[in-house]
């Protein structure tokens, strides 16, 4: 340990010394890309009613915009170290990320968005990301560096009748520094600890009168976390690089076309999770985990997660790559400007995990490489005239989606996953080699219509309506061919052998197509009204729904293995949205203090569900009745002087399943016995209590009024600086300390709560030390988690219901140095 640490720091030494020797050129000014970045210049995030968004396609004040949203701008992005999604959400209460891999990753927003703990190609994600307008399909994309930002808009709530692909939860409306006909270039480089280096580049400037061309790129790299040791090698590590092209075209005033590329890479080793703790479930006691692990003499190195050891015996992989083309055109009319973005988007997914989290080789290999393709292409006219104003626009895309996977069991995988009782438990011929080959198609169709309009029915009060009209339909076919050690077709058969049966009781065969259509028409409409000339309030309703899916991960089944075809589709979800919000500035606009309350209940929301009583277990997306979320949220910033700022945000969201009757049972409740159900799906006796060994489990359990996953009741973030200013850098220049962190109170990480995989509460606390002037130069030294809190990114229960529970334990303390210019 002390040996890795010590290499570290003299390998973040040797590249602090390398930042240092570099030249480094700054102008006394550069203009600042838009308004929100001129304001975002310091550590602060800008406060006054200056900052422009275009949350509702259209350029307004972020404080006179009916709607819940927080704006970001970069550098204050760069400056709190949040340069992904998941760091994101550090400073945005109500944001929550999830990510297991790249693939299995979850953004929702007040609690919605997908379902936590089941990747499934066949639905989609309830929080849109938009880049340069620009819709990303795949969840993945969450995963990547910011690359040369402007601002990030988290827009919360429905917001169908603004953004060209529905979004039920909210959207992450991202927007890049354009290219700029006055030269520019910005340099950053970063070392830290844990052999932390990161470079940000990025360069704009006329090729002609009408012609400006910007590029840009980043790069990070940082050692592992968690030290594996059968492999000897640190893992969780990252490996980030990415690069942007844009070239602007303004052949007249009003017309202007932006092409851009762009291309990013992955390569981690990642993405391990460890051994946290072992809890009780109703199978007997000689098929529990620690009864298991005896039975072949294994121990993990630590039970202890915050050693941060793992027992991989599988190489870990997670490439992940994503690219693409875009065209945008913006036209101004005497209706309206027009604006047309074309684009096509692809994403690789190349992984290899560890699927049994343990030094045993019971799971061998479980990896999905995944190719998508998507085209979309979006038309919007946006306009004004007098006292009314309009956004309508269409929308289509298409997407395809091939996911290749192979599932192999390997010689400890007999005596893990058959019952002692049998005696092919002993035999590791049954099990080693099993293979399961899995292919996986999709293609989905996406087309709408939508359209927001607004009316001033006087100088301070207005109605905005919005309606969308779209089409979904998507085709998806799943196939599995399961083989043994010998390369033999395992098959269902009216003879199965005891040892058949044992190797279709772990993986099973199984093939089905399936589709899905639909037509929905939705809408909003919200009243904003000004009491005063710095206050400013809204009430909206939105009724607006998200897309059917498909089930691409297989279904359960009969007992002759016949795939049940009716649970191969997922209704679409329908949400009713209600909030309430008011936006205010005090002191001479020194001050912001805004409020919104919500409440949105979802029908058919797309969850994941269990079923335990015919053939292979088998999760799967089902719809349960109804879930509900409401909560307030507090936004505050002040500014009271140059040489002092200070905000705070605060979210109190209390979401939870309002009927959910067919829901997985925790694991606690799981394992034993299947009960049978009679016609009604209704218990035909009693079950165990939680825990008994050898017990009957339900089918599935009954959770309404429990919690959804993953979110905190209370979750805070805040920040401080105080600067004070001195001559240097050829100019007045300022030297400062900031202050950042966040809380979050405790949450289940489990679709159903369990008394396992609770996370407790945690406070992150940031720090940041240095000098600068604006426009020219910034030192700054940084110390992120600085009191070394011990805390759980995520918790899963590992398959196989054994009791075991695993996780990703969160970032250590992490210090480092980052110089930035721009000249």
């Not at 066949?122 to 910011?146: K, W």
């Not at 919005?466 to 599995?480: A, H």
Request: charged share 15%.
């Amino acid at each position: 340990m002390r040996l890795r640490h010590s290499l570290a720091t003299a390998t973040a030494a040797t590249t602090l010394a390398l930042v240092f020797s570099a030249p480094a050129h700054a102008a006394d000014a550069a203009a600042p890309a838009d308004a929100a970045e001129a304001q975002g210049a310091a550590a602060q995030p800008p406060i006054d009613d200056s900052i422009v968004v275009t949350a509702r396609r259209r350029a307004e004040t972020v404080q006179t915009v009916p709607l819940a949203v927080t704006v970001v701008g970069g550098p204050h992005i760069d400056n709190n170290g949040a340069f992904n999604v998941g760091r994101l959400t550090q400073l945005t209460p109500t944001l929550q990320f999830y990510s297991s891999n790249p693939r299995n990753t979850s953004v929702n927003i007040r609690g919605l968005g997908a379902p936590l703990g089941l990747t499934n190609d066949g639905i989609e994600q309830g929080v849109g990301v938009y880049i340069d307008d620009v819709f990303y399909a795949r969840a993945a994309s969450s995963t990547f560096d910011f690359l040369d930002v402007s601002r990030i808009e988290v827009l919360r709530g429905p917001q169908g009748t603004l953004f060209g692909k529905n979004t039920t939860a909210g959207a992450l409306n991202i927007t890049t520094r354009a290219p700029t006909f006055e030269p520019e270039a910005r340099l950053e480089a970063t070392a830290g600890n844990l052999g932390f280096r990161q470079v940000k580049a990025a360069a704009s400037g006329p090729i002609t009168d009408k012609l400006a061309v910007r590029i840009a790129g980043s790069y990070t790299e940082r050692d592992g976390t968690i030290y594996n040791i059968p492999q000897r090698k640190w893992i969780n590590s990252q490996d980030n690089k990415g690069a942007r092209l844009q070239f602007l075209w303004k052949p007249t005033d009003g017309v202007e076309f932006t092409l851009s590329g762009d291309y990013n890479k992955q390569n981690p080793i990642c993405c391990a999770q460890i051994y946290v703790r072992t809890g009780s479930t109703q199978r007997p006691l000689n098929r529990q985990y620690a009864a298991l692990a005896a039975a072949q003499n294994y121990a993990v190195p630590s039970t202890n997660p915050f050693d941060r050891l793992a027992d991989e015996d599988v190489a870990l992989r997670a490439k992940n790559e994503i690219g693409g083309v875009s065209l945008r055109a913006k036209i101004d009319t005497g209706l309206g400007q027009i604006t047309s973005v074309t684009a096509w988007r692809y994403w690789d997914w190349d992984p290899s995990n560890d699927r049994d989290f343990l030094g045993l080789p019971i799971t061998t290999k479980s990896n999905n490489p995944s190719h998508q393709d998507q085209y979309s292409q979006e038309l919007r006219l946006t306009g004004e005239t007098g006292r009314f104003n309009y956004t309508v626009g269409a929308f289509g895309f298409y997407q395809k989606i091939h996911t290749t996977g192979v599932q192999q069991q390997g010689p400890a995988a007999s005596k893990f996953l058959i019952a002692p009782s049998n005696a092919l438990s002993n035999d590791p011929s049954v099990l080693n080699g099993l293979t399961a080959a899995n292919d996986i198609t999709l293609k989905n169709t996406s087309a709408a219509l939508f359209g927001k309009f607004g009316y001033k029915l006087t100088d301070t009060l207005s109605i905005q309506p919005g309606i969308r009209l779209n089409y979904d339909k998507k085709d998806g076919v799943y196939s599995s061919v399961v083989t043994d050690g010998t390369g033999a077709l395992v098959l269902f058969k009216p003879n199965n052998s005891a040892r058949e049966k044992a190797q279709l009781a772990v993986l099973a065969p199984q093939y089905f197509a399936s589709k899905f259509s639909d037509w929905n028409l939705s809408g909003d409409v919200t009243l904003a009204y000004d009491p005063a000339p710095n206050i400013h309030t809204y009430a909206t309703y939105a009724r607006s729904f998200k897309s059917g899916g498909l089930n691409l991960n297989g279904v359960p089944a009969n007992a002759d293995g016949t795939p049940l075809t009716s649970l191969a589709t997922i209704a679409p979800e329908r949400v009713n949205h209600f909030e309430l919000g008011i936006k205010t500035q005090f002191w001479d606009r020194k001050g912001t203090f805004n409020v919104a309350a919500f409440r949105t209940e979802i029908n058919n929301y797309q969850a994941q569900v269990t079923n335990y009583t015919v053939g292979a277990l088998r999760g799967y997306l089902a719809s349960a009745e109804k879930v509900r979320t409401q909560g307030v949220e507090i936004d505050f910033a002040l500014r009271p002087s140059e040489r002092f700022n200070v905000y705070s945000n605060a979210a109190y969201t209390d979401a939870k399943y309002v009927r959910f009757r067919n829901a997985p049972c925790a694991p606690e409740l799981s394992g034993g016995t299947a009960q049978a159900l009679d016609a009604n799906g209704n218990p035909t006796g009693p079950t165990s209590p939680a825990g008994t060994p050898g017990g009957v489990s339900p089918a599935n359990c009954d959770i309404s009024g429990q919690v959804l996953p993953g979110v905190s009741k209370w979750a805070f973030s805040y920040g401080a600086e105080a600067n004070l200013p001195f001559q240097g850098f050829g100019g007045e220049a300022q030297a400062y300390v900031a202050v950042d962190g966040n809380y979050r109170s405790r949450f289940s990480s489990n679709p159903t709560p369990s008394a396992y995989t609770w996370i407790e509460g945690y406070a992150l606390t940031n720090f940041r030390l240095g000098v600068r002037r604006e426009g020219s130069i910034d030192i700054y030294a940084w110390l992120r988690n600085a009191f070394d809190v011990h805390y759980f990114d995520q918790l899963a229960v590992a398959s196989g219901n054994t009791g075991l529970i695993v996780g990703q334990v969160g970032d250590p303390r992490t210090y480092g140095l980052t110089v930035r210019t721009q000249f």
